[in-house]
């Protein structure tokens, strides 16, 4: 029988999908705001 | 095409390339979850594999674009370059917030530890603090020139740590495993295995190209409006 440790591999894909939708989502808002500070 | 509508278009050609490549990485997720076997002697924590090790390709091959765009500022002096290589490292720093905290996860349940300050973890904290240092320098300095060539610098020099991280396995005692893809013989993981991590690597791949093409973008609509400024001044 494999160790359970189900709970760990949980984690880090839930960590891992914060971090990269969280800088996803922090790229489309600065650039929205850039091209609202300018205008355009 | 003036500097704002590049820009525009970059933008717009990253955020579709992002968003293939979050539909990707879901895809992944169903994959590697519910459709890549178990492995016997680390059970489900060794899936922390297909996010940790892509996470940790696309960081330092995003460090390596940062060094060779610094090369190419220093040698050519283009302000775009610049830009380049700085939205580089910005995106390598969030892939190695990935790494850095995947793989202590994955280290809790295999090793019973979650950091050990052996050459490979310690190296890579080590160059994640480094460009972490890069992006705050570019924040405090106000002049350009100054800017590039001070960050280009230290671009080149975290360059120069990656092959270094990549042999620590081989040239010291170390907890971490050794590679088992990137390595002179053939990869030593099952075909399914292989699949979900080339799969992966190739999503963590195209995510590194669409943040980079809006994070580059972003640059270029900073310095639009700053051009914009000072010619309205």
């Not at chain 2, 990485?25 to 940790?52: C, D, S, W």
């Not at chain 2, 979650?114 to 994640?128: E, I, K, P, V």
């Not at chain 2, 690597?201 to 669409?210: A, D, E, K, P, S």
Request: hydrophobic letters at 55%.
């Amino acid at each position: 029988m494999p160790p359970d440790n189900g709970a760990f591999m949980v984690a880090a894909y839930i960590v891992a999908a914060v971090i990269v939708v969280g800088y996803a989502i922090s790229l489309a808002l600065r650039i929205r705001e850039e091209r609202r500070r300018s205008g355009g | 095409m003036t500097l704002r509508e590049s820009a525009t278009r970059i933008a717009r050609a990253g955020m579709v390339i992002t968003v293939l490549a979050l539909a990707g990485l879901a895809a992944v997720y169903v994959r590697a979850l519910r459709y890549t076997p178990v492995e016997m002697n680390q059970g489900a924590a060794q899936k922390i594999f297909y996010v940790h090790v892509p996470a940790a390709w696309s960081a330092l091959l995003a460090i390596s674009i940062t060094g060779l765009l610094s090369i190419l500022y220093l040698w050519l002096k283009d302000r775009r370059i610049d830009l380049a290589a700085a939205a580089s490292a910005e995106v390598g720093v969030a892939f190695a917030c990935v790494m850095l905290t995947t793989g202590p996860i994955w280290g809790k349940p295999i090793w019973g530890t979650w950091w050990t300050w052996d050459a490979r973890l310690t190296s890579t904290l080590f160059l994640f603090l480094l460009f972490v240092g890069y992006l705050v320098l570019r924040g405090v300095l106000v002049d350009p020139g100054i800017r590039g060539r001070l960050s280009a610098v230290i671009g080149i020099m975290g360059m120069m740590l990656v092959p270094f991280i990549h042999l620590t396995v081989y040239m010291f005692r170390t907890l971490h495993p050794a590679p088992i893809v990137l390595k002179p013989s053939a990869p030593s993981l099952p075909g399914v295995m292989l699949v979900t991590l080339m799969s992966s690597l190739g999503v963590f791949t195209l995510l590194y190209i669409g943040f980079m093409m809006q994070r580059y973008a972003l640059g270029l609509l900073r310095e639009a409006r700053e051009e914009e400024l000072a010619h309205a001044s």
